[in-house]
C-alpha cells in the first residue's frame, strides 16, 4: 500500500515548507495563510481521494459509485478515475464549496452489506439542494470535513480581500453534484503541496484484517477536559497492563460504583474505534472473551443501534444458566478527535427473552478513545483507551475488602478484561499498528497531469448538493470500478493519509482588557429590571432556575498556549448574564431577540451598550428554546476580537464562537456523553446570526446534527435531575489573541420541561 503524498510544485522549488502545523488546536482547522499586510497567500495544499458518491439516478435507483474527489483551494472536482494515473481526464463534477456550503457527518449506514460513514451536504439557505458522499471510516470521513471546512476558508478570505461585484457574486454559487460538462480553461493557481485522503479502489475495496491510519499530525496535544470534574480516580489494581481504578470521590448512599481501566494501545484512536465497534464474529472472537455473539437487532440512525448478544455457560464456569441481553450503542467523535461509546442496558420486542436463556441487564459502560502525540519519527500510533462500568457497590466493596471473593468470576470484571484481550489483539496485528509518514517529493512531471484544470468564473455557477436528478449517461455508467454483484462483498480498509494546516503571519490583535471601551463610564446594569421566564435561583438548593457558574471551573487557553499547549482557570467573564428564557413551540424559534417578550426589546434592554442573546434551538416534542441574554456595561471596542465577531461574515463567526459545557451534577453516563472539551459550535451544528442596533443573536440549531440531536435527547431524559454550567468565549488562535477569556457563563439547575413557556 502506498504512503500518502505530497508533491511540490516545480514552479515554487525549495520554497516549501516541510514542517507543518496542527489543524486549529482542540477544535479544526485553521485559517488559510496571511502574507505581508494581511495579504492572502495562495493556498498550499491540495487534498484528493477516493469516495463513494451516494444518490438516485433519473431512474430512481439508489447508486453508490466509487469516485475520486479532488479538493484545490475553493475548487472541488470529482472523477471516475485518479487524475494522476490518467493524464487529461475530465472530471464529471466541477465547482466551488462556497460559504453557504454545510457539511454534517450523518454517521453510519449500511450500504449493500456494507457500513460506510456519510457525510450529508446541503446548503443551508436552501436545505432542499442536497448530496452525500461516504468513506470507509470515521476518521476519514472527519479528515474530508476538515478539507471542505478550508475550502469553504477559501472562497471566504477571497470575498474578505475584495473583488468584483461580479466575482462576489459567482462566489455564492457552489459546485453542484448534478452538474454537467462546463467551459473550462487552464488553471495557474500555485499550489505548492498535494495531500492524499485515502487510497485508491484496490485497497478501498479489498478485504481487510486491519486498518491503516495516521490520524495525527504534528500539533498541540489537548487535556483532557476544559471543564473542571469532581471524579477521583484511584489505582486499585492492574491486570495484564491494564490498570483498573476505581472512583473514591464522596458518593455517600449511592448503591453503585464507577471503576475503569486504562491502557495504551499501539494502534490509532480510529482503528481502534472500527475493532470496537465491529460485530464479526471471526475478529471478535480473537479478543472478547465475552461477548463476542452479537448481532445487529436495529440500526435507528448512523450513531445509534441495538444489539442482541449472549453469554454461553459452558465457556464459563461461574454462569449456571445461559443468559442473554440486548443493549443499545451510540458513539459520536468529539471535534478533538476523541471516539466516545455509550452503552446502555435495552429492551426491544424484536428480542424476547428466548426459552433456556436468562435475560441480563448489562452494566452501563462508556469506551473513549484518545489519540496520543507521537514523535515525527515514530512508525506507530497510539492512543489512549478507557473503558469505564458501573457496578453494584456492594459486590466492588466485598471485593476490595478480600480479593478471594468470587469478583473475579463475575461478568464486570470479565467486562474490565476487555481491554487485556483487546490490546494484545492489537499487538498480534502489526497491520494494525503501522503508521504511514507523510513525504515531500520534487515533481517530475507536468502540472498538466495533476488535474490542471481552472474555473471560468463567469460560467462556474453549480453546488455541492444534489445527488439526485438527471446525471449524464456517461457518468452513470460505471464499468470502470463496480461492487461485485455476484457475492454482494465489499470490504473497505481503512486509509493513511495526512493534513498539514496552513501557518499564519501574526497580526495584532487586542489585549483583554481592550475588549469593551475603558475610557466610557460603565452603564450600571440592574438585574431586578430583566425578566426571563426562567427565573434567577435564589440559593444554591433552588430548582428549575438559573445562576451564576463557577468561573474558575473552566481551563482556557494561556498566554503561551501555542508554545506549550498551556491553559489557565477562567476569570471573571466579560458579559454579564441578565436573563434567561425557556420557550416551547411547535417549531423553533428564530430571531428572538426581536420578539416583543425579549429583554432587548424592554426599555432597560435598549439602554444597554451591547447584549450578546444565544438561543439554543433544542429538537423534541415540542420543540424547545433555551435563551441566554448577555449585556456588556461598555461598548464593545473597534479593534478587540469580539467587535470582529460582532460585525464580522458568518464564516469567520463559526470559527470563534465556543462553549465549554460541564455537568456538575447528574448521571455519570450523561456526562460521559455531553464531555467537558470545549465546542465550536459553527463547526459542528448550524449557526444563524442576527447583528441590529445594540446586540447580536447567535441561533443555534442542535438539530441540525444528528449527533447532536441523539446527546440532547439523551440530556433531555435526564434533565430534571441535572445542574449544568455553560460557559462561552472566543477561540484566540493567534499569540497577540491571547490569553482567552470567558465572554459569559451560567448554571442551570434541575430544569423541568413542563415549565417551559409557550409561545
Known amino acids: 500500500m502506498a504512503s500518502p503524498m505530497v508533491e511540490k510544485s516545480p514552479r515554487e522549488g525549495s520554497s516549501v515548507e516541510e514542517s507543518s502545523e ?211 480516580w484511584k489505582c486499585v489494581c492492574t491486570i495484564s497492563g491494564i490498570r483498573i481504578f476505581e472512583d473514591v470521590a464522596d458518593t455517600k448512599g449511592d448503591k453503585r460504583v464507577l471503576v475503569k481501566s486504562v491502557g495504551v494501545i499501539s494502534a490509532s484512536a480510529d482503528t481502534v474505534f472500527e475493532v470496537l465497534l465491529s460485530i464479526e464474529p471471526s475478529k471478535r472472537y480473537e479478543w472478547d472473551i465475552l461477548t463476542s455473539d452479537l448481532e445487529l437487532v436495529e440500526s435507528l440512525d448512523g450513531h445509534y443501534d441495538v444489539l442482541y448478544g449472549t453469554y454461553d455457560s459452558k465457556y464459563y464456569s461461574w454462569l449456571h444458566k445461559k443468559r442473554d441481553f440486548v443493549f443499545s450503542r451510540q458513539w459520536f467523535r468529539g471535534q478533538d478527535g476523541t471516539y466516545t461509546i455509550l452503552q446502555f442496558p435495552a429492551i426491544h420486542k424484536r428480542r424476547p427473552q428466548r426459552s433456556g436463556y436468562k435475560r441480563k441487564k448489562i452494566n452501563p459502560s462508556t469506551w473513549a478513545i484518545r489519540s496520543l502525540s507521537m514523535s515525527a519519527a515514530s512508525d506507530s500510533a497510539s492512543c489512549l483507551l478507557t473503558h469505564t462500568l458501573e457496578i453494584k457497590s456492594s459486590s466492588w466493596q466485598r471485593w476490595r475488602k478480600n480479593r478471594g471473593t468470587k469478583f473475579e468470576k463475575s461478568i464486570p470484571f470479565a467486562l474490565l478484561c476487555q481491554m487485556a484481550g483487546l490490546k494484545e489483539y492489537i499487538g498480534a496485528n502489526p497491520a494494525l499498528t503501522f503508521k504511514f509518514h507523510t513525504t515531500v517529493i520534487d515533481s517530475k512531471t507536468s502540472n498538466r497531469n495533476v488535474s490542471n484544470v481552472a474555473y471560468d468564473n463567469s460560467v462556474v455557477a453549480d453546488e455541492f448538493y444534489d445527488a439526485t436528478a438527471d446525471l449524464s449517461d456517461d457518468e452513470d455508467s460505471d464499468d470502470d470500478i463496480e461492487i461485485s454483484k455476484k457475492d454482494q462483498k465489499v470490504k473497505l480498509k481503512n486509509v493513511a493519509w495526512a493534513l498539514a494546516s496552513l501557518s499564519l503571519k501574526h497580526t495584532s490583535g487586542p489585549d483583554v482588557n481592550k475588549e469593551l471601551v475603558s475610557t466610557v463610564p460603565p452603564v450600571p446594569i440592574y438585574p431586578s429590571l430583566f425578566h426571563g421566564s426562567l427565573h434567577q435561583g435564589r440559593d444554591d438548593n433552588d430548582t428549575n432556575c438559573w445562576s451564576s457558574a463557577d468561573d474558575t471551573g473552566f481551563m482556557i487557553r494561556g498566554k503561551t498556549y501555542l508554545k506549550d499547549n498551556s491553559k489557565v482557570m477562567g476569570g471573571d467573564p466579560l458579559l454579564k448574564v441578565i436573563a434567561v428564557d425557556w420557550i416551547k413551540n411547535d417549531y423553533l424559534i428564530d430571531k428572538v431577540a426581536l420578539r416583543p417578550f425579549s429583554v432587548v426589546q424592554s426599555e432597560a434592554g435598549r439602554k444597554l451598550p451591547f447584549i450578546l442573546v444565544v438561543n439554543l434551538q433544542i429538537p423534541a416534542k415540542p420543540n424547545y428554546n433555551m435563551v441566554f441574554y448577555y449585556a456588556a456595561e461598555r461598548p464593545v471596542s473597534k479593534d478587540s476580537l469580539l467587535r470582529k465577531f460582532v460585525d464580522g461574515t458568518d464564516m469567520f463567526r463559526d470559527s470563534r464562537f465556543k462553549l465549554i459545557p460541564s455537568i456538575v451534577k447528574g448521571y455519570w453516563m450523561v456526562k460521559r456523553a455531553v464531555g467537558s472539551k470545549a465546542c465550536l459550535f459553527g463547526k459542528a451544528v448550524t449557526c444563524r446570526y442576527l447583528r441590529q442596533d445594540n446586540f447580536l443573536e447567535i441561533d443555534v440549531d442542535i438539530g441540525s446534527s444528528s449527533v447532536a440531536r441523539s446527546v440532547i435527547g439523551l440530556v433531555l431524559g435526564y434533565v430534571t435531575s441535572l445542574v449544568v454550567d455553560l460557559a462561552i468565549l472566543l477561540e484566540a488562535k493567534e499569540e497577540d489573541e491571547l490569553p482567552e477569556h470567558l465572554l459569559g457563563t451560567i448554571r442551570l439547575n434541575y430544569v423541568r420541561l413542563d415549565s417551559a413557556m409557550e409561545v
Open 22 to 232: 496542527s489543524l486549529g488546536g482542540e477544535c479544526g482547522p485553521s485559517s488559510p495563510p496571511l502574507g505581508r499586510g494581511g495579504e492572502l497567500r495562495k493556498p498550499k495544499f491540495e487534498y484528493f481521494g477516493w469516495v463513494y458518491h451516494l444518490g438516485v439516478n433519473k431512474f430512481g435507483h439508489v447508486f453508490c459509485h466509487l469516485r475520486f474527489l479532488f479538493i484545490r483551494g475553493k475548487y472541488v472536482e470529482m472523477y471516475k478515475r485518479d487524475p494522476h494515473e490518467n493524464p487529461g481526464i475530465s472530471p464529471i463534477r466541477r465547482g466551488v464549496a462556497g460559504h453557504t456550503l454545510m457539511v454534517e457527518e450523518v454517521g453510519r449506514r449500511k450500504v449493500g452489506i456494507v457500513d460506510l460513514y456519510v457525510l450529508r451536504f446541503y446548503n443551508r439557505l436552501d436545505e432542499s439542494k442536497k448530496g452525500e458522499i461516504a468513506c470507509g471510516t470515521a476518521g476519514e470521513a472527519h479528515k474530508w470535513m476538515e478539507a471542505f471546512d478550508l475550502a469553504k476558508q477559501e472562497a471566504e478570505y477571497e470575498l474578505i480581500r475584495g473583488g468584483s461585484a461580479g466575482h462576489k457574486l459567482i462566489m455564492e454559487a457552489e459546485i453542484n453534484l448534478e452538474g454537467h460538462q462546463h467551459r473550462v480553461r487552464r488553471y495557474a493557481y500555485g499550489l505548492r503541496k498535494l495531500i492524499r485522503i485515502g487510497q485508491g479502489p484496490e485497497t478501498l475495496l479489498r478485504q481487510s484484517s486491519g486498518l491503516l491510519v495516521d490520524d495525527r499530525v504534528d500539533g498541540y496535544v489537548e487535556p483532557d477536559s476544559d471543564a473542571i470534574e469532581d471524579h477521583k
